[in-house]
Structures are given as C-alpha cells and as structure tokens.
C-alpha cells in the first residue's frame, strides 16, 4: 500500500481535470489549427515546401521550458498578449501546450496525407467531386495517420512539465482545488517533498489516462466499416 | 498533324452524321446527345509537348479506341478529356460548349456526365458499395450527405438499385459487401468501372482498364464496355492491345508522338491503314 499522504480525493480530481481540460482543449486546437495546415500543405506543390515541412518537423524537438519562458514573455503585462490577463491561468497553459503540440500534429498528419496515393484523388475528382469532396476523401483515407497525429499530440500535451509549471504557476487553492495544477507539476511538487509514494500513485493514474485515451483512439481508428467484408 | 480518312469530319474521328448537341449542363439529358471531342488539343509539361494538335471525338453509342504504345500520351489525352487540367492548346467540348468557357458551376455539372477509370488500382479503403456509390454521394445536398452519414451510424440500408445496376454490369454485386482492400486486381477495376457507370454518365473513359489483368477479368470488362455502349454511353478506351481494339471498338484513334495519325472505323483502319507507321505498328513491327 502507497502512503498517500495529502493526497485527497477533491485534490486528486482537481488535479485530473486541470490535465485533462488543459490538455484537450489544447489538441483541439492544434487539430483546428493543425489538420487544415496539414492539407494545405499536402495538396500542394509550392516554392520552399521543403523548407516548410523540415520548420514543422524542427518543431516537434522544441524545448518545452523555451516555448514556456517565450510563452511568459508573451503574456507578461509589458508582454504583446498582456492585455488579455492570461498569465498563471489554465489558458496560458492551454497556449503553451498548443505551440508544443501543433508541430507533432502537423507533422505526422502531414506524413499521413501525403501518403494518400495521387491515384486515389483522381479517383474522386473524376467521380464527380469537387475540391471539397477530395479533402475529405483524403482525411477519411488518412484517417489511421491523423489519428495517430492527435494521439501523439496529445502524448506531448498531457506529460509536459515544463511550460505548464512556467506559464500556469502551478497554483492549488487552501480547499485543495487545484487551478493550474496538473498531474505531471504535482509529481514534481511530491518528489521535491520527497514523497515518493505519493508521486507514484499520480504517476500510474497518468499512465492511465494516457493509456485510456490511447485505447479510445485505437478503437476510433480501426472502427472501419466493411474492413473485414461481409459476404452475400 | 492530324491524319483524317476520305469521308471524316474536322474532328478526325467524328462521322458526319453529328448527332444533336444536349446543353450539358442539363441535368438527365437523354441518351443521343452528348459528344466528347477534342480539337487542336496541345499539352506539355515543361520538358516538351506531351500532346499535339490532336482532334478526335467519341459519340453516344459507340466505343472509340485511343491505341498507341505505352508513354505516347493517350493518359494525358484522357485527363485532359475528364477535366484534370486545363489543355494548353486547343479545346474540349461536351455537346458543343468549350468545357473551359463555361461557368466553374456549368464545369462541374458537365463533368459529372462524364465517368472514368483508370489504369492503376484506385479504390477506396471500403466496402465495394461505397465505393460505387461515392459519385451519387458526392452529386448529393450536403444536408442529405450529413442525413445519410448520421443514419448510417445507426445501421446501413441494403444498396441502392443503380449500385446495384452499376456492378451487376460487371458481374460485381456478389461482391457488394466485400472491404475493396480484399479485391483481386481484376475485381478492384471490375469495381472501379462500376464507380465510374453508377451516375449513370453520358461518356466513360477508360484509361488501360485491362492492362496486366487476366482474361476473364478483361471479359468482364469488355462485356460491360459494350453494355454501356448499348446504352447509348459514348466510350473512349485508351490501349495498347491492338487486338482489344479489334475486338471491341467501332472506331479507332491510332496516336504515336503525342500525335493522331490516323482514325477511322476499325476494320478499316486496321484492315488498310493510309500511314506507313500505322500500318508496321499494327504489323507489330513498328517497336518503341
């Protein structure tokens, strides 16, 4: 048995949904931002697409602490975003991990599209489709890879420590609520305390969730209609 | 350059009874009235012409084989005939209207009576049945699209009587079911031409629909192409199997060079070809 010590359960869940609000609000929005870039530029033949896609695959090794001091300066009061008062709030953490995530997203839903055969474009355009029909032929047939791409930017989201602890402040309220609190800081908090039991047990549930949203995507993905045929 | 026989009109190909140009646009015209043609077509990709001055039409109820050898540019002829890309030189037209004069909405209604299949595997990760029935979908409001993807979370309805048709054409529907990635070649292009005939065209193109297939498969295909003839579907078949051409075209184009040298009926072309290089080519001597 863990020694949980302070580890309520108000705190725990706090902590939990401040992960996971922080971190899917933060895929969604590189998925907004992120899958149109990655069509955009995967349909496309253009001057410096090399260029573009070896910036996007660079991104994916951004230093997280770096985006996070960035994402600081940014919203510091003398800061360009300053007005918007996000400093120490989930949003700043939300807009962090979106700068980290984005580039993973993009780059692997990118692979993803591109490797949609040009035969297959054909295909719909001469069956009738319009550029519309055809992007969305295209999602659909890169499917496995676009989700791979959202599970993978969510990976990145929900376990950084970096950026979050510099942006968010790590802040928990006297009730024990967290605010910018998440699973990963508060594993910090615990190890710095030297509560190594403690820092486990939130450890496991991370893996947990990570596994859990994981298992979700899985099943999404290879949810195919007539993939395995049905004979008549 | 164009070679023409005694008796054929400036198309090349066309006969002169033309017959009376639909507006394309028109939706459900009648069968009898849309004619492919192409005039002075000229193409190129950067490094030279591809195409050249190359006019040729193919008229309801016929079959129209495009023969020349591999790389001689007849998958180039066909794309600029769907529509892939605007032809350098020249025009296509569609029952008479200049398919890049008209309005992008006008464009697109008249490409959607044309169908095409291709040489290369080009089907769908699904089922055989969406597969065929993607040209209806996408011909679809997108509120009925949404409607239609909603219900089928819900259950899937059996195929629809022109899917059904469609792949009955090519002996097909036992397969309807079947995940598309499970197909033989030969079925996958079975299927393939079944995606392209269930709208229910005016003009199918098929791009080497048989090449590297074994004989039944080509068959099947060739019975479905002279099913769609019979249905007063105008029919355009690029290959480089001469004795496919013999078969089942009523008229034939022969392009070497990126250029058609000569046309005219089958038999007559094959049987006494005007040009030299037509002839060795259909002797089998003419190599490239």
């Not at chain 1, 951004?62 to 003398?78: I, M, Q, T, Y």
């Not at chain 2, 140009?21 to 990709?45: E, Y």
Request: aromatic share 6%; with cysteine.
């Amino acid at each position: 048995m863990f020694a949980l010590g302070d580890l309520n359960l108000t705190y725990l869940v706090s902590i939990t949904a401040v992960s996971l609000y922080v971190s899917t609000a933060a895929v969604a929005l590189s998925a907004a931002l992120g899958l149109p870039i990655s069509l955009a530029v995967g349909f496309r033949d253009f001057y410096g697409k090399s260029v573009v896609t070896s910036v996007i695959s660079t991104g994916m090794g951004f230093p997280s602490v770096v985006v996070g001091l960035v994402v600081l300066l940014a919203l510091s009061r003398s800061g360009p975003l300053g007005t918007f008062d996000l400093l120490f709030t989930p949003e700043a953490m939300i807009l962090s991990q979106t700068i980290l995530a984005l580039p993973v997203l993009v780059s692997v839903s990118l692979s993803a599209v591109q490797s949609v055969p040009q035969d297959l474009r054909d295909a719909a355009f001469a069956a009738g489709g319009t550029s519309t029909d055809v992007a969305l032929l295209v999602v659909r047939e890169a499917r496995y890879g676009i989700v791979t791409a959202l599970l993978a930017a969510y990976g990145r989201a929900i376990s950084e420590v970096g950026s979050v602890l510099i942006v968010g402040g790590n802040i928990v309220f006297s009730d024990s609520t967290s605010f910018t609190r998440t699973l990963t800081t508060a594993i910090t908090v615990e190890a710095r305390k030297g509560n190594i039991e403690t820092g486990i047990a939130l450890g496991a549930i991370l893996l947990a969730l990570v596994l859990g949203v994981n298992a979700l995507g899985a099943r999404f993905r290879d949810r195919t209609p007539g993939r395995n045929g049905r004979g008549r | 350059m164009t070679a023409e026989r005694p008796g054929t009109d400036g198309s090349g190909v066309g006969g002169a009874d033309e017959p009376a140009a639909s507006d394309p646009a028109s939706n459900g015209a009648g069968r009898g009235g849309t004619r492919l043609a192409a005039h002075d077509l000229g193409h190129g990709f950067g490094n030279g012409a591809v195409l050249e001055d190359i006019s040729l039409a193919v008229e309801p109820g016929e079959i129209l084989a495009v023969v020349g050898p591999s790389g001689t540019g007849k998958t180039t002829l066909f794309r600029l005939l769907a529509m892939f890309e605007r032809p350098d030189e020249g025009a296509v037209e569609v029952g008479g209207d200049d398919v890049w004069d008209l309005p992008e909405a006008r464009r697109l209604a008249v490409r959607r009576r044309i169908g095409m299949a291709f040489q290369t595997r080009s089907l769908f990760s699904t089922t055989v049945e969406e597969n065929v029935s993607y040209g209806l979908r996408v011909r679809r409001s997108w509120s009925a699209r949404i409607r239609d993807a909603v219900e089928g979370l819900f259950g899937r309805d059996e195929p629809s009587d022109t899917v059904e048709k469609a792949l009955r054409t090519v002996g097909m529907f036992d397969k309807v079911d079947r995940d598309a990635g499970s197909l033989s070649a030969g079925e996958a292009q079975r299927v393939a031409i079944a995606r392209a005939l269930a709208p229910d065209p005016d003009v199918l193109l098929l791009d080497e629909p048989t090449s590297n297939l074994d004989p039944r498969n080509t068959a099947a295909i060739e019975s479905a192409m002279r099913a769609a003839r019979d249905r007063g579907i105008a029919v355009a078949l690029a290959t480089h199997d001469m004795q496919q051409a013999r078969r089942v075209s009523d008229r034939t184009a022969v392009i070497l060079g990126g250029t058609c040298i000569e046309s005219g009926p089958t038999d007559e072309v094959f049987g006494s070809p005007d040009d030299d290089r037509v002839r060795q080519f259909v002797e089998g001597k003419l190599v490239y």
